[in-house]
């Protein structure tokens, strides 16, 4: 167990709807990071937070967004989502800002299905 | 696009050494070289971090020549549960959102 909780594990949506995926990140770690996984593009990375304040953006397509809040947790919204968005979707924290230098730790994914 | 570059598989047998080489030919001066090992449908996990020489914990070690061009994460006498998926990352801050993504990994086998 890393940690680091996210929610919902699956989730099941029909074209052009929007959803958002939460992750709370480990205890005292002030940068979170989400990734895309799907099968044919190993694991994207979209955006990083620290402290609340967006960091790096990463091939995050303009459908998407995120926020981190003043308890840390993150949100990743969804919208208008496409078939092709259908991925698993993995929240990390690290505690420092220094993304190369601080170990990730990974959740448990959110798997998103659009049908 | 990723800043480094893994074979896409490898497969070895159980207890013996395995090796997996990344190539990162554009590494900047304060960047450093982390190994993840991910199982179907989890998120990655830590094995090993490294700036220069030679780094070694109770799972791996990590072997970066001096010109620092590449790295070889070194797996000693391997399990059939080591069979997974490893990835090599290349970050510094992440100025240059490159160096934090994934790519692809190294999808090892290991046979009995």
């Known amino acids: 167990d890393s940690g680091v909780t996210q929610t919902p594990k699956h989730l099941i949506t029909a074209t052009g709807q929007r959803v958002t995926l939460r992750c709370s990140p480990r205890?005292?770690?002030?940068?979170v990071y989400w990734y895309q996984q799907s099968l044919d593009q190993g694991l994207q990375f979209l955006i990083h937070?620290?402290?609340?304040?967006?960091?790096a953006k990463g091939n995050i397509l303009e459908r998407f967004s995120a926020q981190q809040f003043p308890d840390l947790h993150s949100e990743l919204n969804l919208s208008s989502l496409e078939l092709g968005d259908s991925a698993l979707y993995f929240c990390?924290?690290?505690?420092?800002?220094?993304?190369?230098?601080?170990?990730?730790?990974f959740g448990p994914g959110t798997r998103l299905t659009v049908t | 696009l990723a800043k480094t570059t893994q074979p896409i598989s490898m497969d070895s047998y159980e207890g013996q050494e395995v090796n997996i080489t990344c190539s990162h030919n554009?590494?900047?001066?304060?960047?450093?070289i982390t190994w993840y090992q991910q199982f179907p449908s989890q998120g990655p996990r830590f094995i090993i971090q490294?700036?220069?020489t030679k780094v070694t914990n109770e799972v791996a070690s990590l072997f970066i020549p001096a010109d620092r061009k590449s790295s070889t994460l070194s797996l000693p006498r391997v399990s059939l549960s080591d069979t997974a998926v490893y990835y090599c990352?290349?970050?510094?801050?992440?100025?240059?959102?490159?160096?934090?993504?994934f790519g692809k990994g190294t999808h090892l086998i290991i046979q009995p």
């Open positions: 990390a924290s690290s505690p420092g800002l220094l993304a190369g230098k601080y170990e990730q730790y």
């Open positions: 205890s005292g770690d002030l940068s």
């Open positions: 937070y620290y402290n609340g304040e967006e960091r």
């Open positions: 554009n590494i900047a001066t304060n960047d450093y």
């Open positions: 490294g700036y220069k």
């Open positions: 990352l290349v970050a510094y801050s992440g100025g240059g959102a490159d160096g934090l993504t």
